[in-house]
């Protein structure tokens, strides 16, 4: 049985061939089921990672899962320095990382698994100029240290997890984003819009991944 530290997750291949994982106790999928790793290739990497032009990036992900963003930023880095703070709750187990699909080739394959062999909590390099933390903590409860120049906004659906998408959350990770600070998430409804704006967002709406109308990029 494949877990994350506190649920039973199912394998499943979402519609481009990649994996995702299905939580049947909050009935949500971890990805798109229209295409996993195309969603976060256009979700993510295209208009936030690719968006931002410095040449050094913090990025915040909210929250690593399958290490799929993190995984897609080592492979799209383009000669930037990035630091990676990846936010998670629930740490999948090693069996369930251990089965995901997600590299092309052999050289990928080891970086995915070298993303999840590294120690929690503890700043790392993941390859050259590259730095992750990969940190088990609860964004409803930490107080951010250092600021950020992309958020990858990848919660659980506001449906499923309504406590991650309020205003005090986005006031939150407002105050930790630097000045044009670009946030990105596949969500793109009205009521999730409007709460960027009320903390300071400009929000913009655009095409949204196969399967979706949608989705939002908020900058500082
Ligand atoms: C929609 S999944 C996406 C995961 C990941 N970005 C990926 O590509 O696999 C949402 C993730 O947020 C994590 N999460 C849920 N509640 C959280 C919290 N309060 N703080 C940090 N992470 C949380 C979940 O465990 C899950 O890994």
């Avoid at 990649?18 to 208009?47: C, Q, R, W």
């Avoid at 999840?116 to 590259?130: D, F, G, R, T, V």
């Avoid at 009320?198 to 655009?206: D, I, P, Q, S």
């Amino acid at each position: 049985m494949l877990k994350d530290k506190s649920r039973k997750v199912e394998l499943k291949v979402s519609a481009d061939g990649s994996h995702t994982l299905f939580v049947p106790e909050l009935d949500e999928h971890y990805h798109s089921v229209n295409g996993a790793y195309n969603e976060s290739m256009h979700v993510f990497i295209e208009p936030a990672l690719h968006f931002c032009k410095k040449e050094t990036i913090n990025i915040l992900e909210i929250g690593l899962g399958t290490g799929l963003n993190a995984f897609l930023t080592a492979q799209n880095q383009g000669g930037k320095t990035i630091f990676y703070h990846a936010l998670e709750k629930f740490p999948l187990e090693s069996e369930a990382a251990a089965s995901l699909n997600f590299a092309r080739d052999p050289d990928g394959q080891q970086l995915f698994e070298k993303l999840h062999c590294l120690p929690w909590n503890k700043e790392e390099e993941l390859q050259s100029q590259m730095t992750i933390l990969k940190d088990e903590n609860d964004l409803t409860n930490i107080a951010f240290s250092q600021k950020y120049d992309v958020v990858y906004f990848d919660a659980f659906a506001p449906e499923v997890q309504p406590e991650m998408w309020s205003e005090a959350i986005f006031r939150k990770i407002y105050e930790a984003m630097n000045p044009e600070g670009i946030l990105t998430t596949y969500c793109a409804k009205g009521v999730v819009r409007r709460t960027m704006q009320a903390v300071g967002f400009t929000v913009e709406r655009l095409p949204g991944p196969k399967g979706k109308r949608e989705m939002l990029r908020a900058v500082k």
